[in-house]
């Protein structure tokens, strides 16, 4: 029996195992995490000796493998009780110094990812005073500081970054900008290639990021919400945690977890890789009971480098539920939803203290120097206001100028250049006489043609059909099946045309790329978006730009002048709009504020351009990314839409909807779509509709920063008009400009717009009859717009309207045969009000 009774332990034991394993859940004990890098070099620059730093072991400068390419070897060093106080102390004692351009070189026993971390202290040495030295650091493929200066001369300074390393050396250079360069200590460490995702969420417009497998990444920050600081011999990829205290901006609302229980993982999610369990066994908690009503989310803000990308992860674990499905929240980066309505129980197949992280990505467009990142409560029936965080990381992505920026020549290459040259000088001096002779020939043929060279469209096995061309400046246009497909710029025109992509002349950065301004030969002023080239999504943005910009002409739609695509390149050119964004306008800049004549024309110019989207082509045409960042100004103030790379064409007239993941921007996204991702012309109108509540109050339409309830800005401005006193939360420099009826009427097509289900909104066509009439509310006596002589002058209307609708049989006919878009031969033209708005109601149809 007692024999039959071991068998039986042992076959339960076997058997919870079995169901622990196929739930995916493993426990930090049977989780032996004891990673070994297949590289792992720590480096004492400047010491003659090796020193132990918290249970790690700093070889001296020079140890072998390591090898070290210096025109003067100055190992310099200062006294103990200058660096006492500073975490790593003996790290800052020494250092070496480099007069020249110099490197050192590590052997890559495995190619993978690899923390590459450097530790900078200016000290003064004899006659050297590091705090002046101003030098750059870089790689064979990237450039990790370009003209570095220790910004505090007291304290000293620590980078890390995270390189994909595909080569067997890695080299660090050293290149003095005025004389010196220094360093005081390398680490060169393998850590998991799992450990960075290739794919993400970006947060702005809502859409997958792909390709972070192989991005360069800086850490900026490190936090452990929560818990204390976590030091490097208590990580076993020997990270620092910081403390979040320092960066809450309303401790009130907090309160701090501590877990005492095991930490589990899932296969294939985070492990004790990811973050160390103390960072999972911690976190900040939204504290319900310490504000009055439980209306405000808690904000922590970091001071950040405007103009980069950032990867942001989160670490969450469930250490605050008694049950599973209990806990419901919100998460935000910069303002946009980073998860909505996020549920820790699915997230961790149904277990509690369970590790997850999240990864998003807020691109350069919508980084400013301060971010913020906010936890807030769920907006569900019934789900209780909570929310927790316990763990952040910010990782500055490899674009742009500065930090981790990739090298298109890196320093190695300069110098493989230079020995090329020098060999075969004579053959290049050739080269350079033939290179002038051509483009002397050029030059004449350009000045004959006063402008740029045209080629056929192109691109990826997207092909026009010469049909025919004309000429203007010596520029060719040719057509295909579908009418223009547009004009082709040589890479260098457009090079010339943005003094050769000047930083000084972006004017707008996005998710696709920088936009330059720029001015072309003839002296037209240009938009010029120039795009990643490795980007997937981006060469799906491109394509789709083209194909529906090159055979759309409108006046209220953003005029695609030409593309290029040289070199790998991605630059679509548009025409200037010099007012820039309706947001711009609105709010968060110094442009001139806009009257409410103003917003309501820009209002009816934008409806013009999505009502001609949807109805001027045989399938309609959903944009599906309106905001008012996508609402350009011309120098008149005429708006126009712009950015169709998200656009999809209608479903079929047999269907209701096109079935597709769901891409825009979080504020103004469709319920209803984001739900059950069907896309109609109707989720255009809701975003829409958000942007005319937007145009209205002046704010954003999500800024996690204030009260709960007025988070969200559609659904707090549908509170107030839905008891009749939208008045109180309008933009205060209109509040007493704006006639009643023209706000009740503009109010009531709000509500339309914002409707729950896509069946109840107005079409945009219906939103732009609206429209028109709020303007003549606005501008005309009470007794001009009544409701009784409306319904009198219908009879005298019939006429007029018919002219209109062969204006618009006229101007449809065009569009599909690729027709010009000069003014008299657009829709838009037509004055709606003169027409429609008499049939109108005030209270609605």
Same mark, same amino acid.
Request: hydrophobic share 40%.
């Given at each position: 029996m007692?024999?039959?009774?071991?068998?039986?332990?042992?076959?339960?034991?076997?058997?919870?195992f079995?169901?622990?394993?196929?739930?995916?859940?493993?426990?930090?004990?049977?989780?032996?995490?004891?990673?070994?890098?297949?590289?792992?070099?720590?480096v004492?620059?400047g010491?003659?000796?090796?020193t132990?730093v918290?249970?790690r072991?700093?070889?001296?400068d020079?140890?072998?493998?390591?090898?070290?390419s210096?025109?003067?070897e100055?190992?310099?060093g200062?006294s103990?009780?200058?660096?006492s106080?500073?975490?790593?102390?003996?790290?800052?004692? #020494?250092?070496r110094?480099?007069?020249?351009?110099?490197?050192?070189?590590?052997p890559?026993?495995?190619?993978?990812?690899h923390?590459?971390? /450097?530790?900078?202290?200016?000290?003064?040495?004899?006659?050297?005073?590091?705090?002046?030295?101003?030098?750059t650091?870089?790689?064979?493929?990237?450039?990790l500081?370009?003209d570095?200066q220790?910004?505090d001369?007291?304290? +000293?300074?620590?980078?890390?970054?995270?390189l994909n390393?595909?080569?067997?050396?890695?080299i660090?250079s050293?290149?003095?900008s005025?004389?010196?360069?220094f360093?005081?200590?390398?680490?060169?460490?393998?850590?998991?290639d799992d /450990?960075i995702?290739?794919v993400?969420q970006?947060?702005n417009p809502?859409?997958?990021y792909?390709?972070?497998?192989?991005q360069?990444?800086e850490t900026?920050?490190r936090?452990?919400?929560?818990?204390?600081?976590?030091?490097?011999?208590?990580?076993?990829l020997?990270?620092?945690?910081?403390? *979040?205290?320092?960066?809450i901006?309303?401790?009130?609302?907090?309160?701090?977890?501590?877990?005492?229980?095991?930490?589990?993982y899932?296969?294939?999610?985070?492990?004790?890789?990811?973050?160390?369990?103390?960072?999972y066994?911690?976190?900040t908690?939204?504290?319900a009971s310490?504000?009055?009503?439980?209306?405000?989310n808690?904000?922590?803000?970091?001071?950040? *480098?405007?103009?980069f990308?950032?990867?942001?992860?989160?670490h969450?674990?469930d250490?605050?539920?008694?049950?599973?499905n209990?806990?419901y929240?919100?998460?935000?980066v910069?303002?946009?939803f980073?998860?909505?309505?996020?549920?820790? %129980?699915e997230?961790s197949?149904?277990?509690?203290?369970?590790?997850?992280?999240?990864?998003?990505?807020l691109s350069s467009n919508?980084?400013?120097s301060?971010?913020?990142?906010?936890?807030? +409560?769920?907006?569900?029936n019934?789900?209780?206001?909570?929310?927790?965080?316990?763990?952040?990381?910010v990782m500055k992505?490899?674009s742009g100028?500065?930090s981790?920026?990739?090298?298109?020549?890196?320093g190695?290459k300069?110098?493989?250049?230079?020995i090329i040259?020098?060999v075969?000088g004579v053959?290049?001096?050739?080269?350079?006489?033939l290179?002038?002779v051509?483009l002397?020939?050029?030059?004449k043929?350009?000045?004959?043609q006063?402008s740029?060279?045209?080629?056929?469209?192109?691109?990826?096995?997207?092909?026009?059909?010469?049909?025919?061309?004309?000429?203007s400046?010596?520029t060719?246009?040719?057509?295909?099946?579908?009418?223009?497909?547009?004009?082709?710029?040589?890479?260098?025109?457009?090079q010339?045309?943005?003094?050769n992509?000047d930083?000084?002349?972006?004017i707008?950065?996005g998710?696709?790329g920088?936009?330059?301004?720029?001015?072309?030969?003839?002296?037209?002023?240009?938009a010029v978006k120039?795009?990643?080239?490795k980007?997937?999504?981006?060469?799906?943005?491109f394509?789709?730009e083209?194909e529906?910009?090159?055979?759309?002409?409108?006046?209220?739609?953003?005029? /695609?002048?030409?593309y290029?695509?040289e070199?790998?390149?991605m630059?679509?050119?548009y025409?200037?709009?010099?007012?820039? #964004?309706?947001?711009?306008?609105?709010y968060?800049s110094d442009?001139?504020?806009?009257?409410?004549?103003q917003?309501?024309?820009?209002c009816?110019?934008?409806?013009?351009?999505?009502?001609?989207?949807?109805?001027?082509?045989?399938?309609a045409?959903?944009?599906r990314?309106?905001?008012?960042?996508?609402?350009?100004?011309?120098?008149?103030?005429?708006?126009?839409?712009?950015?169709?790379?998200?656009?999809?064409?209608?479903?079929?007239?047999?269907?209701?909807?096109?079935?597709?993941?769901?891409?825009? %921007?979080?504020?103004?996204?469709? +319920?209803?779509?984001f739900?059950?991702?069907?896309l109609?012309?109707?989720?255009?109108?809701?975003?829409?509709?958000?942007v005319?509540?937007e145009v209205?109050?002046?704010?954003?339409v999500? *800024?996690p920063?204030l009260p709960r309830?007025?988070v969200n800005?559609?659904e707090?401005?549908?509170?107030?008009?839905?008891?009749?006193?939208l008045?109180?939360i309008v933009?205060?420099?209109l509040?007493?400009?704006?006639?009643? *009826?023209?706000?009740?009427?503009?109010?009531? #097509?709000?509500?339309?717009?914002l409707?729950d289900?896509?069946v109840e909104?107005p079409?945009?066509?219906?939103v732009?009859?609206?429209l028109?009439?709020?303007?003549?509310?606005?501008?005309?006596?009470s007794?001009?717009?009544?409701?009784?002589?409306?319904?009198?002058r219908?009879?005298?209307?019939?006429?007029?309207?018919?002219?209109?609708?062969?204006?618009?049989?006229?101007?449809?006919t065009?569009?599909?045969?690729g027709?010009?878009?000069?003014?008299?031969?657009?829709?838009?033209d037509?004055s709606m009000?003169?027409?429609?708005s008499?049939?109108?109601?005030?209270?609605?149809r």
């Amino acid at each position: 029996m007692p024999g039959r009774r071991r068998k039986l332990q042992v076959a339960a034991l076997l058997l919870l195992f079995c169901v622990c394993s196929s739930a995916g859940i493993i426990c930090r004990a049977q989780l032996v995490d004891q990673f070994k890098p297949a590289d792992s070099y720590l480096v004492n620059c400047g010491s003659a000796k090796g020193t132990t730093v918290s249970e790690r072991n700093f070889a001296a400068d020079g140890a072998a493998p390591l090898t070290v390419s210096t025109p003067q070897e100055i190992l310099a060093g200062t006294s103990a009780n200058g660096v006492s106080s500073f975490d790593n102390s003996a790290l800052y004692q #020494t250092a070496r110094i480099f007069t020249g351009p110099s490197s050192y070189t590590f052997p890559i026993n495995k190619q993978g990812r690899h923390f590459v971390r /450097l530790y900078f202290f200016p000290f003064i040495y004899q006659s050297y005073d590091l705090s002046t030295a101003k030098f750059t650091v870089s790689t064979q493929d990237v450039l990790l500081l370009s003209d570095f200066q220790q910004p505090d001369k007291t304290a +000293p300074l620590f980078k890390e970054y995270s390189l994909n390393i595909t080569r067997d050396q890695l080299i660090i250079s050293f290149k003095p900008s005025n004389g010196i360069a220094f360093v005081n200590a390398i680490e060169v460490v393998s850590v998991p290639d799992d /450990l960075i995702a290739d794919v993400a969420q970006m947060v702005n417009p809502v859409q997958q990021y792909s390709g972070l497998s192989t991005q360069s990444l800086e850490t900026v920050y490190r936090v452990n919400m929560g818990g204390p600081k976590v030091t490097p011999n208590n990580d076993t990829l020997s990270r620092t945690w910081l403390n *979040d205290q320092k960066f809450i901006m309303n401790p009130s609302v907090t309160k701090k977890v501590v877990y005492g229980k095991t930490i589990k993982y899932k296969n294939g999610g985070a492990s004790s890789l990811t973050a160390p369990d103390v960072v999972y066994s911690t976190a900040t908690e939204l504290a319900a009971s310490n504000t009055s009503n439980a209306l405000f989310n808690m904000t922590w803000q970091f001071d950040v *480098d405007a103009g980069f990308s950032y990867l942001i992860r989160f670490h969450f674990c469930d250490i605050v539920s008694k049950a599973l499905n209990q806990l419901y929240f919100n998460a935000y980066v910069g303002g946009f939803f980073a998860q909505h309505d996020l549920d820790l %129980s699915e997230q961790s197949m149904n277990q509690l203290a369970t590790a997850i992280y999240v990864d998003v990505v807020l691109s350069s467009n919508d980084a400013s120097s301060k971010l913020s990142i906010s936890i807030g +409560p769920s907006t569900l029936n019934n789900a209780f206001p909570d929310g927790i965080l316990n763990g952040l990381e910010v990782m500055k992505m490899g674009s742009g100028s500065g930090s981790a920026f990739t090298v298109g020549s890196s320093g190695s290459k300069k110098i493989l250049a230079v020995i090329i040259g020098s060999v075969i000088g004579v053959i290049g001096l050739l080269v350079i006489v033939l290179l002038l002779v051509l483009l002397c020939r050029r030059k004449k043929t350009d000045d004959k043609q006063h402008s740029k060279t045209w080629m056929p469209f192109s691109i990826n096995g997207l092909t026009s059909l010469s049909t025919g061309s004309r000429t203007s400046y010596g520029t060719t246009l040719t057509s295909g099946l579908n009418g223009s497909l547009g004009y082709r710029f040589a890479f260098n025109v457009l090079q010339e045309a943005t003094n050769n992509f000047d930083e000084n002349w972006v004017i707008g950065v996005g998710g696709f790329g920088k936009v330059y301004k720029g001015v072309l030969r003839d002296d037209t002023k240009v938009a010029v978006k120039r795009g990643n080239p490795k980007s997937q999504q981006g060469l799906n943005e491109f394509r789709t730009e083209i194909e529906l910009l090159s055979r759309l002409r409108h006046r209220h739609l953003v005029s /695609l002048i030409g593309y290029c695509d040289e070199r790998n390149e991605m630059i679509l050119v548009y025409e200037y709009m010099e007012n820039g #964004t309706v947001k711009s306008h609105l709010y968060g800049s110094d442009n001139p504020s806009l009257n409410w004549k103003q917003r309501l024309e820009i209002c009816i110019g934008a409806a013009r351009g999505l009502h001609y989207l949807h109805t001027g082509s045989a399938k309609a045409i959903i944009h599906r990314d309106v905001k008012s960042a996508n609402i350009l100004l011309d120098e008149n103030f005429l708006a126009k839409v712009a950015d169709f790379g998200l656009s999809k064409t209608g479903p079929e007239l047999d269907q209701t909807h096109v079935s597709t993941a769901v891409k825009g %921007s979080f504020g103004y996204l469709d +319920p209803e779509y984001f739900r059950r991702q069907q896309l109609t012309e109707k989720s255009d109108v809701y975003s829409f509709g958000v942007v005319m509540l937007e145009v209205l109050c002046a704010r954003p339409v999500i *800024d996690p920063t204030l009260p709960r309830e007025m988070v969200n800005l559609a659904e707090w401005g549908m509170k107030w008009q839905k008891r009749g006193e939208l008045h109180q939360i309008v933009d205060q420099r209109l509040s007493s400009t704006i006639r009643p *009826d023209s706000l009740r009427k503009f109010g009531e #097509t709000v509500e339309k717009c914002l409707a729950d289900y896509g069946v109840e909104r107005p079409s945009m066509g219906d939103v732009l009859w609206n429209l028109e009439y709020v303007l003549q509310l606005q501008d005309a006596d009470s007794s001009t717009v009544s409701d009784v002589n409306s319904m009198n002058r219908i009879v005298d209307l019939s006429s007029q309207v018919q002219h209109v609708g062969a204006l618009e049989s006229i101007s449809m006919t065009m569009a599909e045969a690729g027709a010009s878009h000069e003014p008299d031969h657009d829709l838009s033209d037509v004055s709606m009000s003169r027409v429609f708005s008499q049939l109108i109601k005030a209270e609605g149809r």
